[in-house]
């Protein structure tokens, strides 16, 4: 796992030359995983439970994997890598879904 | 061996044929049609095995290039001119993943004017795109470069793209005698191509990811180093292509012609050193004039020491440019003064500009370049005009 962390730029002084792997690749499956990519959201999808149909249409539309599954019902957004596109908002013709602004 | 009369463009694709790529992305360009059009028959007459694929652009073919050379598969495809100038965002993808595949060039000029004839503009714009590039004079040399060229970039120390760039028309639509290897010893010479790191669902891996500042800088690190590996990894193999076929051209990175004693030389890539070839022969034979050729083979990497060593004796070194870098002066001459810069023994490096678009660099002309070069004490930069 050590290399995946050095391509994706966590332990920045660690990171040595001769342990990259030419062509960038990453070896190890999963690195996204560690990759956080939800910081710069200025917009929160707001997630009403009460108007939810569990019609799934977000979970479809998300650009990200940023719509868990638990028991096919969707839980609350993985807020660790919704970057607040709002395409969730959009595509939710229930308004379940409401965009206001991220407050950090 | 088989020895046949044939076009440059069919013995370059004969070339590929005994190289058997497993993938050919292509997209027919004036000049360099006639390869990927004997390629297309060798697939449909069943003498290759490969997958085709006919796309929309040089765009797409360089980019399913870098998707079956991904999957660990020997990739080829050809282009020319504005096609490669269509292809350059994907050139840097290619070298940067560090991806072997194959491509011949058939140089010609870039638009505008409109022209399809021969200079070098296409391939010299494509300079710093990471990949090798190749330049080759007659028939022979570019079918010979182009089976070399697959062991050079696969390579694991090298593991790069190469361009083999051949002139278009003047070599590409030149019927010459060639000498065609046959199928065994090209098997013996070219190992099947084994990457170390593929696309494979068996075992995933993530390619082409992002680049932090920490970590980008190093990869470039390593594709220099690559790229400096090359020197050595083209000169063994241009030893061991002669070894195994008897045919080498110099050092594999750049080719001598009369230089023992030789006080003043032309230095040019491509059909025009045959050219020069001829009036140095005449000029030696009529005028006794200590005149030689370099020609540049290699142009990246740049064939540093082999040239230094080269010069070292020279009075007077004439640079001939088939392009030009608008605002400057021509690449190739650039590159050679830099070489020379540091050196204490470094001839006076003169500059000529000339077969733009197709205009003939005639014997009279090299004449010319010789007589001016011996007589001046001061640098000529100038342009071949001329009728």
């Given at each position: 796992?050590?290399?995946?962390?050095?391509?994706?730029?966590?332990?920045?002084?660690?990171?040595?030359?001769?342990?990259?792997?030419?062509?960038?690749?990453?070896?190890?499956?999963?690195?996204?995983?560690?990759?956080?990519?939800?910081?710069?959201?200025?917009?929160?999808?707001?997630?009403?439970?009460?108007?939810?149909?569990?019609?799934?249409?977000?979970?479809?539309?998300?650009?990200?994997?940023?719509?868990?599954?638990?028991?096919?019902?969707?839980?609350?957004?993985?807020?660790?890598?919704?970057?607040?596109?709002?395409?969730?908002?959009?595509?939710?013709?229930?308004?379940?879904?409401?965009?206001?602004?991220?407050?950090? | 061996?088989?020895?046949?009369?044939?076009?440059?463009?069919?013995?370059?694709?004969?070339?590929?044929?005994?190289?058997?790529?497993?993938?050919?992305?292509?997209?027919?360009?004036?000049?360099?049609?006639?390869?990927?059009?004997?390629?297309?028959?060798?697939?449909?007459?069943?003498?290759?095995?490969?997958?085709?694929?006919?796309?929309?652009?040089?765009?797409?073919?360089?980019?399913?290039?870098?998707?079956?050379?991904?999957?660990?598969?020997?990739?080829?495809?050809?282009?020319?001119?504005?096609?490669?100038?269509?292809?350059?965002?994907?050139?840097?993808?290619?070298?940067?993943?560090?991806?072997?595949?194959?491509?011949?060039?058939?140089?010609?000029?870039?638009?505008?004017?409109?022209?399809?004839?021969?200079d070098h503009s296409d391939s010299?714009?494509?300079?710093?795109?990471?990949?090798?590039?190749?330049?080759?004079?007659?028939?022979?040399?570019?079918?010979?470069?182009?089976?070399?060229?697959?062991?050079?970039?696969?390579?694991?120390?090298?593991?790069?793209?190469?361009?083999?760039?051949?002139?278009?028309?003047?070599?590409?639509?030149?019927?010459?005698?060639?000498?065609?290897?046959?199928?065994?010893?090209?098997?013996?010479?070219?190992?099947?191509?084994?990457?170390?790191?593929?696309?494979?669902?068996?075992?995933?891996?993530?390619?082409?990811?992002?680049?932090?500042?920490?970590?980008?800088?190093h990869f470039k690190n390593q594709?220099?180093?690559?790229?400096?590996?090359?020197?050595?990894?083209?000169?063994?193999?241009?030893?061991?292509?002669?070894?195994?076929?008897?045919?080498?051209?110099?050092?594999?990175?750049?080719?001598?012609?009369?230089?023992?004693?030789?006080?003043?030389?032309?230095?040019?890539?491509?059909?025009?050193?045959?050219?020069?070839?001829?009036?140095?022969?005449?000029?030696?034979?009529?005028?006794?004039?200590?005149?030689?050729?370099?020609?540049?083979?290699?142009?990246?990497?740049?064939?540093?020491?082999?040239?230094?060593?080269?010069?070292?004796?020279?009075?007077?070194?004439?640079?001939?440019?088939?392009?030009?870098?608008?605002?400057?002066?021509?690449?190739?001459?650039?590159?050679?003064?830099?070489?020379?810069?540091?050196?204490?023994?470094?001839?006076?490096?003169?500059?000529?500009?000339?077969?733009?678009?197709?205009?003939?660099?005639?014997?009279?002309?090299?004449?010319?370049?010789?007589?001016?070069?011996?007589?001046?004490?001061?640098?000529?930069?100038?342009?071949?005009?001329?009728?």
């Open positions: 796992m050590n290399k995946t962390k050095m391509i994706i730029g966590k332990k920045h002084k660690k990171c040595k030359p001769h342990k990259i792997n030419p062509g960038a690749v990453v070896t190890e499956p999963g690195s996204s995983i560690i990759n956080k990519t939800g910081s710069w959201r200025s917009l929160r999808p707001e997630w009403d439970k009460k108007k939810c149909t569990q019609c799934m249409s977000c979970w479809m539309y998300c650009p990200d994997c940023s719509i868990p599954v638990l028991n096919n019902k969707r839980i609350e957004t993985d807020f660790e890598f919704c970057k607040g596109c709002g395409i969730c908002a959009k595509e939710c013709i229930f308004s379940s879904i409401v965009m206001i602004k991220e407050k950090k | 061996m088989v020895r046949k009369v044939m076009e440059a463009a069919t013995a370059v694709a004969e070339g590929v044929k005994l190289c058997k790529p497993a993938v050919i992305p292509l997209y027919p360009i004036t000049p360099q049609t006639h390869i990927v059009e004997r390629i297309s028959e060798f697939v449909n007459d069943g003498d290759l095995d490969c997958e085709l694929i006919h796309v929309e652009s040089e765009h797409s073919a360089i980019s399913a290039a870098v998707g079956s050379s991904s999957s660990g598969v020997r990739t080829y495809t050809a282009t020319a001119s504005q096609g490669l100038a269509l292809m350059h965002e994907i050139l840097f993808v290619a070298s940067g993943m560090r991806l072997p595949i194959v491509m011949n060039v058939a140089n010609r000029a870039l638009s505008a004017p409109i022209n399809i004839w021969n010299v714009a494509a300079r710093d795109t990471g990949w090798i590039q190749l330049y080759v004079e007659s028939a022979q040399e570019a079918i010979d470069t182009t089976i070399q060229a697959f062991k050079i970039a696969e390579h694991n120390k090298v593991m790069l793209p190469i361009m083999v760039c051949l002139d278009g028309f003047t070599l590409t639509h030149v019927y010459e005698p060639v000498d065609i290897p046959q199928q065994g010893n090209v098997n013996r010479f070219l190992q099947k191509y084994k990457p170390s790191i593929k696309l494979d669902t068996k075992k995933p891996v993530t390619m082409g990811p992002i680049g932090y500042p920490d970590s980008f800088i594709q220099k180093e690559a790229m400096l590996n090359a020197l050595q990894i083209i000169k063994k193999i241009n030893s061991e292509f002669n070894s195994k076929f008897h045919r080498k051209y110099g050092d594999g990175l750049i080719e001598m012609y009369n230089m023992k004693d030789a006080e003043y030389a032309v230095l040019c890539a491509g059909t025009i050193c045959g050219t020069a070839r001829v009036v140095i022969d005449n000029l030696r034979k009529t005028k006794n004039m200590k005149i030689g050729l370099i020609k540049l083979k290699s142009y990246r990497p740049f064939p540093v020491d082999s040239l230094i060593n080269a010069c070292k004796s020279l009075k007077g070194l004439a640079v001939i440019d088939k392009s030009f870098s608008f605002g400057f002066e021509g690449a190739f001459f650039t590159d050679v003064k830099s070489t020379l810069f540091n050196e204490k023994n470094k001839p006076l490096v003169h500059s000529f500009v000339g077969g733009l678009g197709g205009k003939d660099i005639n014997t009279k002309d090299f004449e010319e370049i010789f007589n001016k070069i011996i007589k001046t004490k001061k640098p000529i930069c100038e342009w071949l005009l001329k009728e």
